[in-house]
């Protein structure tokens, strides 16, 4: 055996460093926090050797007793928190604690700005964990052993925070992990056992597994050789207490302990289901959204017990992905301790916590927009782009989902997303059908865009959609309380009531008189170029805009997904005319041949970019332009 032996010094990843600056500076005044997140680790690691244990009881070695326990050493200005739990192999060691594992980091370090009190707010996306350590400590010491592997396994990391790591195989042992705090100069105060208890029983109550400190001796009792503990917590699972004892600031710490963020959430919900299919639920909303959402690996943020007994993390099953950023435990009292990712695919008592449990999380946010609107219009920025897959994800709610969704719209000056559509419902004109909405890339392209013309001067509400996932979100949304939504870029016309007969003939009449001006531009224009050519009434100070018809893909999507380098079939537009409009009238005048071909396509160009498509020869269209103003110069 040789111990010592071995010893490598390795370069963290280069993004660790800089997190770990940000975080020592932006958590500084909450400092803390180091223990709860020790603590927290320390109790997962705790529950996973229980779980593993389930199937190889030889894990236990002779020390079936779980706890944490936490020393402190005036002399040597230690603290040292640690655990008999699952503990970890040199492997493990060098892939979890030298890297901050996760695909989004070099994303969340990119996002920094070097602006300390802005990227102090980007620290709350990321989650704090082991590195909440240098905080306090100036140099880290972990030593730990994988249960089940020989004391000659044992494995001793060692740091400064300073850009490298040493890691070395040494002898240890008990099983499980020792984490050692040599603390900064000023950071004395955590030398002190009733400064660490109190910390214990304000952030670490709730943990489930007994946190034991050494008893104080009192006056002249001698020292003995093995000091004795005592537990610190209560140590019963919080989730399992009723809920009038749980006050606010407890819910709030064992949000903290699963999310690993350090803000308190922003609502939580808290429900014991009795009867065939027994279990608990604690779920919470965070108030922020993680930098990682739209990461594909993203952890689900839901742990799995049975009676009591951790099962597993990210329990996917649990929840749909568009709620994915609900934290919090379910624990089943029914379901077999040996279950498995397999078993919860197809699993009807997994089935039903997991629809009971989207009711809940829908039900929670219904009542939060009902009777705290700002704290909801808090959640829908963080979350609401998620909230917007739920219809396409989750048919069964889609009608709930949809109650949910905030847009901007035409009612409302900026580009906020706070119409409801029972708000703009509850508004709708007389003889109104439909929900209007525009979909477009930006927030100024949709709220100029020339569709929105006629229902300007009728005074029609209309939404304003630019987020991506908008068009995805309409293809699996089109009615609402039977209303049906409709896209004011797509199909003819048709405001129904909104048009009075009058209108309606006049319309009739105008697209008679001006058949022969219909016809000249859909030659010129060409088949390739254009569906077809009509007369608009959707337009009041544009000369011409695009459209699509109902059934096809929209522009704004084929846009979308070609930039995504996916395959879409572009659908071709029908160009629609404003014949009240001067320069379609000079249009129409004109008889050379030329300049009417110029102008013609110089009209269905313009109407092209206003939409914000890309012109298929944009140099053609400049020279055109250029043309059109040399003649005006020379009047
Ligand atoms: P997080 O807990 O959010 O994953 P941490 O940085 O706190 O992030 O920890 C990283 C990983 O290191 C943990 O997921 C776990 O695998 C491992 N780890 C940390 N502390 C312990 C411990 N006391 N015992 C066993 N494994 C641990």
């Known amino acids: 055996m040789t111990v010592e032996a071995h010893k490598e010094t390795l370069d963290f990843q280069a993004e660790v460093s800089q997190v770990l600056n940000l975080m020592i500076r932006s958590l500084y005044s909450n400092k803390e926090i180091f223990l ?156 002190e056992g009733y400064r660490l208890r109190s910390i214990i029983s304000k952030f670490s109550d709730h943990i489930a597994i007994p946190i034991e400190m050494r008893k104080e001796s009192h006056g002249e009792e001698e020292e003995k050789d093995e000091p004795e503990y005592e537990a610190v917590n209560k140590g019963s699972a919080l989730w399992m207490r009723p809920k009038s004892e749980i006050s606010d600031e407890e819910y709030a710490e064992f949000y903290k302990h699963v999310s690993h963020d350090f803000e308190e959430p922003l609502a939580h919900v808290h429900t014991r289901v009795e009867g065939t299919n027994e279990y608990t639920a604690l779920l919470y909303i965070p108030k922020r959204a993680p930098f990682d959402l739209w990461d594909r690996d993203q952890k689900h943020g839901i742990k799995l017990y049975v009676r009591r007994v951790f099962i597993m993390d990210e329990a996917d099953k649990l929840l749909p992905h568009y709620l994915r950023f609900v934290k919090g435990i379910v624990d089943s009292d029914d379901l077999p301790l040996n279950v498995s990712r397999e078993i919860l695919q197809h699993n009807r008592k997994i089935d039903t916590i997991r629809s009971a449990n989207v009711k809940r999380i829908l039900g929670l946010l219904e009542k939060m927009a009902k009777n705290e609107p700002e704290k909801y219009a808090e959640f ?22 949809a109650g949910l969704l905030r847009f901007a719209s035409t009612a409302g000056e900026g580009d906020e997303q706070n119409v409801s559509l ?35 001067k009728k005074d029609v509400e209309v939404l304003l959609l630019a987020d991506r996932v908008d068009e995805w979100l309409l293809s699996h949304l089109t009615e609402y309380k039977e209303k049906p939504l409709q896209s004011v870029a797509k199909g003819e016309l048709d405001l129904g009531e909104l048009e009075d007969k009058e209108e309606k003939k006049e319309h009739e009449e105008a697209a008679k008189e001006h058949k022969d001006l219909v016809e000249r531009l859909k030659k010129v224009l060409g088949e390739d ?65 030329e300049r009417f071909t110029d102008l ?25 332009l250029n043309d059109l103003m040399l003649k005006l110069a020379e009047k």
């Not at 009209?603 to 944009?618: N, T, V």
Request: aromatic fraction near 8%; charge should be negative; hydrophobic fraction near 35%.
């Open 422 to 456: 029972d708000d703009y419902i509850g508004r709708m004109k007389e003889g109104q059908e439909k929900i209007y909405y525009i979909t477009a890339d930006s927030m100024p392209a949709a709220r100029h865009s020339p569709h929105l013309e006629v229902f300007r």
């Open 529 to 593: 170029a254009v569906k077809d050519v009509r007369v608009s009434f959707r337009l009041t100070d544009s000369p011409a805009c695009l459209v699509v018809e109902d059934y096809d893909m929209s522009a704004n999507l084929a846009r979308l997904l070609k930039s995504a380098g996916q395959e879409a079939p572009s659908p071709k537009p029908i160009m629609e005319i404003n014949t009240g409009h001067p320069l379609v009238e000079r249009l129409e005048a004109e008889t050379d041949e």
């Open 36 to 191: 709860r997140e020790l603590i927290s680790n320390a109790s997962d690691a705790a529950e996973k050797l229980r779980f593993e244990a389930l199937t190889d009881e030889a894990l236990f070695e002779d020390d079936p007793n779980l706890r944490i326990r936490v020393d402190f050493d005036k002399e040597r200005r230690t603290v040292t928190i640690s655990d008999n739990g699952i503990g970890m192999s040199r492997q493990e060691v060098s892939e979890t604690i030298g890297t901050i594992a996760s695909s989004g980091t070099r994303q969340f370090v990119e996002a920094l700005t070097g602006d300390q009190a802005k990227d102090s707010q980007l620290i709350g996306q990321f989650g704090v964990g082991f590195y909440s350590s240098f905080i306090v400590a100036d140099k880290v010491t972990l030593v730990t052993r994988r249960a089940g592997l020989g004391p000659e396994h044992g494995v001793r990391w060692e740091s400064t925070g300073e850009g490298s790591y040493t890691l070395e195989t040494v002898e240890k042992q008990g099983r499980g992990t020792d984490v050692i705090l040599h603390l900064r100069e000023d950071e004395s105060e955590f030398l």
């Open 600 to 624: 013609a396509k110089v009209l269905f160009d313009q109407a092209l970019l206003a939409e914000g498509g890309q012109l298929e020869d944009p140099a053609s269209f400049v020279r055109r």
């Open 380 to 401: 829908w920025k963080q979350f609401g782009k998620v909230m917007k897959e739920g219809p396409a994800e989750d048919y069964a709610n889609r009608e709930r989902i």
